[in-house]
């Protein structure tokens, strides 16, 4: 069965304090790893598509890597606005179906 | 362009009663799933529809029915409601029978069942 686990829960960071968020994953088969941003009361917003190990992608200060167990989203220098629940989605089927973590939130102090 | 819009976007209900949630598609997709959101939970896919066609169900019993309509807004429905079912119900869109697995969510509708 196809599993995400996000770590750690929860991350506290001040402001300018570089961090990482952890998803490992179990699949056969993957056909995407998908991380979205969720703030409260919203759907889920994309942020970014990998599909094998050793890509990355890159978005303003967020960074996203994978390997074949895990996915690593890179928060630089983080700002209250970064401050939100971060899903982490695999792809497995031929539909669109994601499978999703539990998501991790993260808080930024000014 | 317009993004997904969902509603109602809040209601309650008893337990035993049934509802319906709607949901309009982000323009030129022709492909929408629908996800439940517990409190502190991520998203769990309850099914998708491709041209009318549900081609993709999660472990949700069949209570949990759906529609999708010839303009690819879709419904969900919701028999015999229960407590469990307190949740909030995404609906995404996507193109070209979401082979790409991006998916476009609405704000969803948050159910509460009492």
């Known amino acids: 069965e196809d599993q995400v686990t996000q770590s750690p829960e929860a991350l506290r960071l001040q402001e300018g304090e570089s961090s990482s968020l952890n998803c490992s994953y179990t699949?056969?088969?993957?056909?995407?790893l998908f991380w979205y941003r969720q703030d409260p009361g919203k759907g889920p917003e994309f942020l970014f598509t990998l599909y094998s190990a050793g890509e990355e992608k890159e978005k303003e200060r967020l960074k996203a890597t994978l390997t074949k167990k895990e996915s690593f989203l890179h928060i630089t220098a983080p700002k209250p606005e970064d401050s939100a629940t971060y899903l982490c989605a695999l792809r497995a089927g031929a539909n669109s179906k994601l499978t999703f973590g539990k998501g991790i939130t993260l808080s930024v102090r000014p | 362009e317009t993004g997904v819009t969902q509603s109602p976007t809040h209601l309650i209900k008893t337990r035993g009663q049934q509802v319906t949630l709607r949901c309009s598609s982000q323009s030129g997709h022709n492909t929408v799933s629908w996800y439940q959101q517990a409190l502190g939970q991520g998203p769990q896919f309850i099914f998708q529809y491709y041209r009318e066609e549900e081609n993709g169900r999660g472990n949700f019993p069949p209570r949990f029915s759906g529609l999708q309509f010839p303009n690819y807004s879709s419904e969900l429905n919701v028999n015999a409601l229960e407590l469990d079912d307190s949740a909030l119900y995404l609906c995404?869109?996507?193109?070209?029978?979401?082979?790409?697995?991006?998916?476009?969510f609405g704000e969803g509708s948050r159910l509460t069942v009492l």
């Open positions: 699949v056969s088969g993957l056909r995407g």
């Open positions: 995404a869109s996507s193109p070209t029978g979401g082979n790409t697995g991006e998916l476009f």
